[in-house]
């Protein structure tokens, strides 16, 4: 006992002064979301370094099925693609069934469903066949595989450490983030996707993770693959304000192909995913075959992710019929590959296309009006945006990916007009998005971002009367309080508070005040109740429902003049509201 | 209370959370040294497919063979997608092919990340000088020659300014090029080679005093040279200096009699001083034998150019002058060969632009006049 004394002494004084105390550090340290953000720094690490692996695999792929060489022998583009179609159907049918599909809806599926669930099997799965597809040929990326595979680590970890539920769900969309931002080496890019298509929401704690995830990922992935950006981006520039129209044109037209190529997965995937069983073991390599007769045929661009060559259209080197027949191509070469069930990405497929509409687009404005025309690299640059907004429909997103790919501000003009043409054609054209189509498919009914996006809501002055009932003053007697209430058809006056504030009082407690002889005291000296809070006209009808049960009328108040009062809200008005919503 | 039971008095998650984070620190970094040992493999192997195809790249480009080059160039860049050396070997077969406009996309972009590197900067003033951009091209030329070169930076320079005066001298920029060449010459000329190259720029950039001082300085350290002979005597001649002409053309002509511009130069150097009266110590008799020589060459001119109506009062002035014009009357007033030249050099000055072709004597007059006319 006489050993410990001391240390209690020092202890007690510590608590009581403000020195240094680990105890309370660790505490903050170790709350849960401190630690979450903390967390999400390993995820992106952890994604970051399987992203990195997952490319090298890609790349040994590549090497080994399809040669070291630019441009692979006849026999190579025939049978590299399909033999090792039937593996990896081998391998999806029997060992990773849950690695087919898209990468964004799983971890959506995670997020709303399974409670941030995804099993790191998937991840694995994911792993091998995307990596034998993409190198062997298949006509798709590695950036939602990548996505995926940062989502399953997350998830795994989160339960490995026994998260929250609230937690667990985050974690995912946390995950995410890392594996696409590594893929792309686009932190901002990344983060924006997951907010604006899988989370849909913005909090600082959600927006703090993903960052940091994101981050971490990227510079973990170029600490490995190097800090250059997938393209070599050539000068860009917007020459004359003619050019705009190019771009809408260009944005026309990039709507029109999405429209054209998500409405292909529409239609052709669940016929594929109907057909007979057996036949599920032959219809990657079927699709590997088709893409490895297009590449014979002349056109080899259409193999794999394609950046090479979104890196040659940029600087001019085919010609805009070749770059139109190689975005065509590409369409149906990825049609075939994704609905055929081979693991993989649209994202880089959609850049492909994009780049190419873009080029041809240029190509074509350049042939025209020689003296008024850019490179071909900023239409190229530029379809990439406008494949991104038609196509995966996240507008947002696809405004800054081009900002943050090409490091230009220059176009943010261009870009926004092409886009925003795309992204109007293709919902004009299609009101559900792919990723919709493919969690309906799926049988998941996954909430759709765009539709929340786009949902109308009830606000406040939607379900508010005028305020035809006078309004009592303070200084007002109680008779004349019970008088003006007479005349009106409520139950319940308003009283204005000073200097500021409401409250009410009910027609029966003034009749009773009056009985009681206390008629000519002034009002505010007999009210009970507690102040009233106000509304404003703006908010959501949501934000009444806290208030409108507990006071039976809530004023409505102008933000600019807090005493002039716009309407008056009841309980009855806002379910009203309510009930005639769902009618229309 | 022990310190055992302090330690349990922490909430639940301090006694976790250190140790799961100190945990996953530690499969951060053992997973860190899996893939930096991975990654070593991935890139030696990517090392090595880049050096074999662009030894391939490299072995083409010298033969040639473009096409090819650019197969295995790009090939290499699949597996070497920085570097510098590989681009630019791929832009200077694109070049070769004249796809000018890829091999600047990719030379824009080392030039962007590397604009101290002079191969670099030259290559992009090619690529401008072929599409006539000369302002592109004169910054890259200047970029190349203050820019950075491996091996020899010295002679890189030069090589670099060299090619940039050739270009100022095809786009007919002389004064630009002999800016430049006298910025060459302070560093240049270290050999007969170089003053003969020196020499030779000076004369296409119209800067003879200084050709002529570059064809002499070679000539010092050869003096039977007939390159730097051809050079000074054209230099002198283009200066009027046509004794000196005379001297160095002769000997150019003795030792390459084959030489046809050093034969018609020397021919005419030699005509100005047979037709000269004013020469230095010439006696009076040959000066009025040059002068009465002179006013009958100038007097068949005109007679093969009478339909022109712009020398009939030259016509007239001669007419009027002939009968004068003997040997003892120009002894008695030698004034009269004054008079008689320069009615000769109006009518050749007059005469050669509108009267066709002239002969060497109506040359020699001419440029007997400028001659006199500069004096």
């Known amino acids: 006992m006489q050993q410990i004394a001391p240390v209690e002494e020092v202890e007690a004084v510590a608590s009581h002064t403000s020195r240094f105390q680990p105890a309370r550090v660790l505490q903050t340290v170790f709350r849960e979301d401190s630690f979450f953000l903390i967390l999400s720094v390993f995820i992106g690490i952890f994604s970051g370094l399987a992203v990195v692996c997952f490319r090298y695999a890609i790349d040994w792929c590549q090497l080994y099925l399809l040669g070291s060489g630019a441009e692979p022998s006849h026999s190579r583009l025939l049978l590299a693609p399909a033999l090792t179609g039937i593996l990896i159907a081998i391998i999806v049918i029997h060992f990773f069934p849950a690695s087919r599909g898209s990468g964004v809806n799983q971890t959506k599926a995670a997020l709303y469903i399974y409670n941030g669930f995804i099993p790191l099997k998937t991840a694995v799965g994911k792993f091998i066949c995307s990596a034998l597809a993409i190198g062997s040929g298949q ?205 993989g990405g649209m994202f880089a497929p959609t850049l492909f296309i994009g780049a190419m509409l873009g080029a041809a687009v240029g190509g074509v404005e350049h042939m025209l009006y020689p003296h008024l025309s850019s490179s071909p690299g900023t239409f190229a640059l530029v379809g ?62 996954l909430p759709s971002m765009e539709e929340q996006r786009e949902e109308s809501i009830l606000r406040v002055e939607d379900a508010m009367q005028p305020p035809s009932d006078p309004i009592l003053n303070p200084e007002d007697s109680v008779e004349k309080a019970e008088r003006l209430a007479e005349q009106t058809s409520r139950h319940v006056l308003l009283v204005r508070l000073r200097p500021s504030g409401w409250s009410t009082v009910g027609i029966e407690e003034l009749k009773k005040l009056v009985a009681e002889g206390k008629g000519t005291q002034p009002i505010e000296s007999v009210l009970t109740g507690d102040p009233v809070p106000s509304l404003h006209p703006d908010l959501p009808l949501d934000t009444a429902l806290r208030y409108v049960d507990r006071w039976p009328v809530v004023p409505v108040v102008n933000r600019a003049d807090l005493s002039e009062v716009e309407g008056l809200i009841t309980e009855r008005d806002v379910l009203e509201r309510y009930r005639d919503f769902g009618g229309e | 209370m022990t310190t055992e039971s302090r330690r349990l008095d922490l909430p639940p998650y301090l ?126 030329y200047h970029n190349a020659i203050y820019a950075t070169w491996t091996g020899s930076q010295d002679e890189a320079r030069h090589q670099a300014r060299l090619e940039l005066i050739n270009y100022l001298l095809r786009i007919d920029a002389k004064p630009q090029a002999d800016a430049e060449l006298i910025d060459l010459a302070a560093s240049f000329g270290r050999n007969s080679q170089e003053n003969l190259l020196l020499g030779q720029l000076f004369l296409r950039a119209g800067d003879n005093r200084r050709a002529l001082g570059a064809f002499q300085d070679a000539l010092k350290r050869h003096r039977h040279n007939p390159t730097a002979l051809a050079g000074a005597g054209t230099a002198a001649y283009q200066l009027a200096l046509y004794p000196d002409a005379q001297r160095y053309l002769e000997k150019a002509h003795a030792a390459d009699p084959g030489n046809s511009e050093v034969s018609a130069e020397l021919k005419m150097a030699q005509a100005v001083l047979r037709w000269d009266p004013f020469r230095p110590q010439v006696p009076q008799a040959e000066r009025n034998r040059m002068a009465l020589d002179a006013f009958a060459a100038v007097g068949k001119r005109l007679k093969s150019c009478l339909s022109n109506p712009q020398v009939q009062p030259l016509q007239q002035s001669w007419s009027k002058l002939k009968p004068q014009m003997n040997e003892g009357l120009l002894r008695r007033q030698p004034d009269l060969v004054d008079t008689a030249m320069n009615l000769a050099f109006q009518i050749e000055k007059q005469t050669a632009n509108t009267c066709g072709p002239q002969s060497d004597t109506d040359r020699a007059l001419l440029l007997i006049s400028n001659l006199h006319e500069e004096n």
């Open chain 2, 15 to 140: 006694r976790r959370e250190p140790v799961t984070l100190a945990l996953l620190t530690g499969a951060a970094v053992v997973f860190f040294l899996a893939v930096s040992a991975l990654s070593g493999i991935h890139d030696a192997q990517r090392e090595s497919l880049a050096q074999r195809w662009a030894g391939r790249g490299v072995a083409d480009l010298k033969l040639q063979h473009y096409e090819p080059a650019v197969v295995d160039f790009r090939t290499a860049l699949l597996y070497a997608r920085d570097s510098s050396a590989y681009q630019l070997s791929l832009a200077q077969a694109l070049m070769g092919l004249h796809r000018n406009d890829e091999a600047e996309a990719y030379l824009l972009n080392l030039w962007e990340r590397e604009p101290e590197n002079g191969l670099v900067s030259l290559e992009l003033a090619r690529i401008a000088a072929s599409k006539g951009q000369t302002d592109r091209a004169l910054r890259y």
């Open chain 1, 384 to 445: 990439m945006g406008v494949l991104f907004a038609g196509f995966l429909r996240v507008p947002m997103t696809s405004v800054f990916m081009v900002l943050e790919v090409s490091g230009n501000y220059t176009i943010i003009v261009p870009v926004m007009i092409a886009n925003t043409f795309a992204y109007v054609i293709s919902r004009g054209l299609m009101p559900t998005p792919i990723f919709d189509v493919l969690s309906r498919q799926d049988g998941m009914e």
């Open chain 1, 139 to 343: 006509s798709l990326g590695p950036e939602d595989p990548s996505l995926q595979i940062g989502a399953s680590l997350a998830s795994a970890l989160g339960r490995k450490l026994h998260l929250s539920r609230e937690r667990m769900r985050l974690i995912a969309p946390v995950g995410a983030a890392a594996g696409l931002a590594a893929a792309f080496n686009a932190p901002i890019s990344a983060v924006l996707f997951v907010i604006e298509e899988v989370i849909g929401r913005w909090t600082a704690g959600i927006l703090g993770s993903v960052v940091l995830s994101a981050v971490s990922s990227v510079v973990v992935m170029r600490w490995f693959l190097g800090s250059e950006s997938m393209f070599r981006i050539p000068p860009v520039e917007l020459k004359s304000p003619s050019e705009l129209i190019a771009y809408s044109i260009l944005g026309i037209i990039g709507g029109l192909a999405s429209v054209v190529f998500a409405s292909g997965i529409q239609e052709l995937r669940p016929r594929f995913r109907r057909m007979s069983p057996w036949t599920q073991y032959l219809q990657p390599a079927v699709a590997g075959l088709v893409i490895g007769v297009i590449a014979m045929l002349g056109a080899p661009q259409v193999m794999g992710a394609g950046y090479v060559y979104i890196d040659q259209a940029m600087h001019g080197q085919f010609t805009w019929q070749f770059l139109a027949i190689l975005a065509l191509l590409k369409i149906v070469a990825t049609l075939v590959s994704f609905v055929s069930g081979t693991p």
